[in-house]
């Protein structure tokens, strides 16, 4: 087959973030966007030369298009084997397993992850390394590198690949071998978790919600949660993934995924709901008349995880975002391991897994996950929340109150200001780095500040160094507010604003009450409203 050279010239913008480039749909379909981007991946890893590759995405608008100039570009610069799921769908978590299972040299996900889809839409191509983490800072800045400097890349002239059954097919000399999408993960899970007593929390008769968010996630639900556990057939909703992911938004947050927390919240509330974002990498869980924030998730499953088979010898030690609630910090006191806190980011964890230094990770973004994988797994939480379920046999309202009464309360909330004016937002967070150094010792809406920093990491396991994570503001009494512009918007800015308190005797309070002195320091440090121009938070989750 024929392989065609195509001149071209650099573009402007093509900088990887955290989780890859993420941009509008329409700019990935604008001439050579996605062949430079993708040439310059091939670039920046040292060329793909006879190398196997995972490939799939979550099943957003231009996903199969996508995946088509990939393989066709992936044959054109040697690559010797291409592991493709059906359809050109993998949820992250199952990309991550395949690399790391298969032992492949990397992969490329085709994701926005909890971004909206359809055509006007988000879409994002990310590529994981052969831990099956995210590529780390020296991999992505050698591709963005090569996004400035790129003159040509290279693509084959073919007609679409068949991606509708597995089995294997050629393209050129590249194998591409089409695999069942769910399979691998599910036997991964099998192996994790004690299915037969979550089969037997089923046949008990306990219910639960599972919405999959017309996301990647449903058929593994279905899959696992209703053929292989017995839950009840209708037990996952909106389980076909669309293009457009139903219209809706694939963030599993109590905005996004209102109509299952309405249910939650109401008089036929089933014993648990939970919910997973586009990609399958994030989660929520919901009890009978409870929201578990995923700060308190990730630090009830460290509490609990020797309930679980794969974790039943203990923990090595654990590890947190900086902006997650230090719940995590408290149960792995009480554990004697360490706990680490990282900026935000998967990748960061990626190390302390390899190295064998945490089991446990989690991100108050309502990403969680473990050694098992190096990606945040979403259905993996739902299935260790069942897990606990199914030892314990109490509702989740009596698991948290039981945890709480332990370790005392962290109240925390997320303040999200979204598509600020990119500028503003800017100015912001610049001003409030000039008053780091003067604001210890000063009184703030009634708080007085005992400490306030811009966090920065140095990796115990590789000795890099990461500046600039964000801004961090604590109270007398143990309270806190952090500062962060997020990376995974796609316009204009995103402020984010993390709010804590802490408490061991009043466990009931509602969190955004008993959060108002935090909430009006962050104002009076920061003049969020008057810089943002908004009354109030786009979402608070």
């Not at 500062?483 to 802490?502: D, K």
């Amino acid at each position: 087959m024929k392989i065609d050279t195509v001149s071209t010239k650099p573009i402007a913008g093509q900088k990887p973030g955290t989780s890859g480039l993420r941009k509008k749909t329409h700019t990935f379909q604008e001439p050579h966007y996605l062949e430079n981007f993708v040439q310059s991946i091939w670039d920046g890893i040292g060329g793909v030369q006879g190398k196997t590759l995972v490939l799939g995405g979550d099943g957003r608008h231009f996903n199969d298009r996508a995946a088509q100039v990939v393989l066709r570009m992936a044959a054109a610069s040697g690559a010797a084997r291409v592991i493709v799921g059906r359809d050109a769908l993998l949820s992250t978590p199952a990309a991550s397993n395949l690399i790391r299972a298969r032992g492949t040299d990397g992969g490329i996900i085709l994701s926005a992850s909890h971004n909206p889809g359809g055509p006007r839409g988000d879409f994002g191509v990310k590529f994981n390394t052969a831990n099956g983490g995210p590529a780390p800072e020296s991999v992505t800045d050698a591709i963005f590198d090569a996004t400035k400097t790129i003159s040509e890349y290279r693509i084959m002239e073919a007609h679409d690949v068949d991606l509708s059954t597995p089995g294997e097919r050629t393209l050129g000399d590249m194998v591409i071998e089409v695999v069942d999408p769910v399979e691998a993960y599910a036997a991964l899970m099998e192996e994790i978790f004690d299915f037969d007593a979550i089969a037997d929390l089923f046949a008990s008769g306990f219910t639960m919600r599972f919405d999959a968010m017309h996301a990647i996630t449903g058929p593994y639900a279905k899959a696992i949660l209703e053929d292989r556990l017995g839950a009840a057939k209708g037990s996952v909703v909106n389980a076909e993934p669309r293009p457009d992911f139903g219209g809706g938004h694939p963030d599993p947050n109590p905005i996004w995924a209102k109509p299952l927390m309405d249910l939650m919240m109401g008089p036929h509330a089933p014993d648990f709901g939970a919910a997973s974002d586009g990609d399958g990498d994030r989660n929520m869980i919901v009890g009978r008349g409870i929201y578990v924030t995923p700060s308190d998730s990730v630090a009830v499953l460290a509490a609990n995880a020797t309930l679980v088979p794969r974790y039943q010898d203990g923990l090595r030690g654990v590890a947190r975002s900086m902006p997650t609630s230090r719940a995590l910090d408290r149960v792995a006191e009480k554990l004697g391991v360490d706990c680490y806190e990282t900026p935000t980011g998967w990748k960061f964890f990626g190390n302390l897994l390899d190295a064998g230094r945490a089991t446990l990770c989690g991100e108050e973004s309502a990403g969680t996950g473990s050694d098992h994988l190096r990606e945040k797994d979403g259905l993996w939480a739902v299935l260790f929340w069942l897990n606990i379920l199914a030892v314990r046999k109490m509702p989740v309202k009596d698991l948290m109150t039981d945890h709480w009464q332990t370790f005392g309360r962290n109240y925390y909330s997320r303040h999200d200001y979204e598509d600020v004016d990119a500028q503003a937002a800017k100015s912001l967070m610049s001003e409030l780095h000039a008053q780091i150094p003067t604001l210890p010792g000063t009184e703030e809406a009634g708080l007085r500040v005992t400490k306030a920093d811009e966090f920065a990491y140095d990796d115990p396991v590789d000795g890099s160094h990461a500046a600039s994570q964000g801004m961090r503001v604590q109270f007398e009494g143990g309270g806190r507010v952090v500062f962060r512009l997020s990376g995974t918007g796609t316009v204009g800015a995103t402020l984010r604003v993390y709010l804590e308190t802490y408490d061991r005797k009043a466990l009931d309070d509602d969190p955004q009450e008993r959060l108002k002195p935090v909430i009006a320091a962050a104002d009076a440090i920061a003049h969020i409203r008057k810089r943002t121009e908004r009354d109030r938070p786009d979402v608070i989750t």
